[in-house]
């Protein structure tokens, strides 16, 4: 189903996770400059996983990392929640990363000294915050990771260090979960696992996900898809398969 026959009405505040609005990001100056964003207007909705597409280039990276506070923008404006991230000092910039959003990337990023449960614990550790039990055990049988808890990174598959990722993303009960390209380093069999535990995430624990991918699989267990082309989203589809993204990620690459 494709929403561009008609601009979608905006969703009460409440209902939001995160938005950015005439967002402009360009990379260099002159006529070497590339906008990998133009003037790009995006809503993402509380409860859902939402995966973000397009060719390479097309700024699906740069939209997710500008909407988490990774990258700055050039124009407009990007908000978590009801916080406006533009004129946030460094250490609010920092404090809001830490508390209110989650992070899963392609490189699973644990710490190899640390078992599974301290590699999920770690940003709250760090933090010196200490973790609410409850939703910490219920993340952590979500995940099926009960049994792993004491394995370090090298004593784990690839599929079980990116749940334990997803774990850490998920242990400070954030608003919202970024994931770039999260199955990118995976086999089908860990990709399909950590997808699953994604959908739980949001099904069984009320997280809101959004994953940046190049995969039409893993964008179908999103509720919705993104397409971008030239810095825009050009199209949406709601109820997602792989044959409907594919086909939609041909005509585009066309």
């Known amino acids: 189903m494709s929403s561009t026959s008609a601009a979608p009405h905006p969703a009460p505040s409440d209902t939001v996770a995160a938005r950015g609005v005439d967002v402009v990001k360009s990379y260099g100056s002159g006529q070497t400059a590339v906008v990998a964003l133009d003037h790009v207007d995006v809503e993402l909705r509380r ?19 500008c909407l988490a506070g990774l990258d700055s923008i050039d124009l407009g404006s990007v908000a978590i929640g009801d916080v406006e991230l533009r004129g946030l000092s460094d250490r609010r910039m920092t404090t809001l990363r830490r508390d209110r959003i989650g992070f899963v990337f392609q490189s699973f990023n644990l710490v190899p000294t640390l078992t599974a449960l301290e590699n999920i614990t770690l940003p709250m550790d760090i933090a010196n915050r200490a973790p609410d039990p409850q939703w910490l055990d219920v993340v952590i049988d979500t995940l099926r990771l009960r049994d ?10 690839g599929g079980q260090q990116q749940r334990v990722a997803v774990g850490r993303a998920l242990a400070g009960r954030p608003e919202i979960v970024f994931g770039d390209e999260p199955t990118g380093n995976l086999d089908s069999r860990s990709s399909g ?9 949001v099904d069984q624990l009320g ?23 030239d810095g825009r989203i050009v199209d949406e589809m709601r109820e997602p398969t792989a044959e409907s993204v594919l086909d939609r990620m041909k005509a585009l690459e066309s």
């Open 47 to 65: 409860g859902e996983l939402t995966a973000i597409m397009g060719p390479s280039g097309s700024g699906k990276s740069t939209l997710m990392h």
């Open 148 to 157: 792993r808890l004491t394995h370090r990174p090298s004593e784990l598959s």
């Open 193 to 201: 696992e950590v997808l699953r535990m994604l959908r739980e995430a």
């Open 207 to 229: 997280q809101t996900v959004v994953i940046v991918t190049h995969d039409p699989h893993a964008a179908s267990h999103a509720d919705r898809v993104l397409f971008l082309a």
